[in-house]
């Protein structure tokens, strides 16, 4: 098992509203992945908000020596020759800590980077897009015109061969890491990804998801590894963390929670916000009641299975749709350490990326109270200069 944490300028006792929110400080950075490269948290997944990921990362892996970071990138916004020599400069000056999250993105954040594909286009792209890039990561020199690609160039005689002067660094290449729930999203995860992503949903929605990824990658002949991201809320009892966890709800407020889901229903398509919203799940039905009369649900309306509850995050208001966005883990030490290792046996997920909020503080009680609880097993790169092999 590995336990991720989550590094993001948005940070603060209830961020999602103004006056819970933090000022961005690096300083505050700097302390949190100090926190996590001090313990046994294998890294950290970057958020995307207002700074670029990569320069972010790049500010901190000189303050660090061991963890890993896990950084989101939109395909086809910087060309793959381009990403494979930043990750492999990255990889040069970190020691081979970079990790890769392929993020399909929506129409209307791609629009902003020039990108304006259909859905399924977007999948057809990002495969081609990530297989360029092993190539190029893994030092080939490559000819390669595509549907959405050409890296050829031309001199008025032949194709210019497009090469870089570094060689990879982590070996065989750099993993890569993403989601995709729906069937195009899991056909393309199967086909490209290392690890496959979900969100925290009840156990039962859980295993169809992974049982279907891994089908699609075995008709591929390929194994996934399999991930979840969660928040995490761990005190030295249930009570307490309970408590917590109601306190967050409470300081949002219903207005806030309102006002922030019908944003995001428009964003998302879905006409009528949340009069209109229905759902076939009675439990999440009961939440959209409970906002519509004006009123926080009760903890019975957002726990989906023991000690699993759908809460507010900085990326989802309320889970009014039963996607399994902004999911807590809420209980003591043992129950929360129970529950991982439960979908890890259950499910065959090795990979908890863990948020709460404040970051900092929320990290040091995951790192005194659950991880020494885990049978943690970091994984570390495979560095191309440490291979041998035999001819």
Known sequence: MEVFWYISPVDGR???????????DHHRLRRLASTIDRSAFSGALLGTYAHDVFTLAASLFPLTERMRFLIPVYP???SPTLLAQQALTFDDYSGGRLLLNLVNGSDSVLAQYGV??????RYSMSAEYWKLFKRLYAGETVVYQGEYFNLTGKDGRRNTPTSLPLGPVQYPNIPLWGAGASPAGIRHAAEVVDTYLTFLQHPDKLREQIAAARKAAADQGRTLRFGTLASVIVRET??????????????????TIVNNLNANLVRKGIQGGLQELTSDNPQVQARIAALRAGRLPELSELEFYPNLYAGTT?????????????SYIVGSSAQVAERLGELKAELGIDVFILSGWPLNEEANYVKELLLPLLNLKPSEPVLANSVVVNV
């Open 14 to 24: 209830y961020p999602w509203k103004e006056e819970g929110r933090y000022q961005v």
């Open 76 to 78: 086809g916004v910087t």
């Open 314 to 326: 900085p990326w989802s208001p309320l889970d009014v749709l039963d996607n399994g966005w902004g």
């Open 238 to 255: 249930e009570e307490e963390a309970v408590e917590h966890f109601r306190w967050l709800q409470r300081k949002t407020g219903v207005d």
């Open 116 to 121: 304006h594909l259909e859905r399924d286009d």
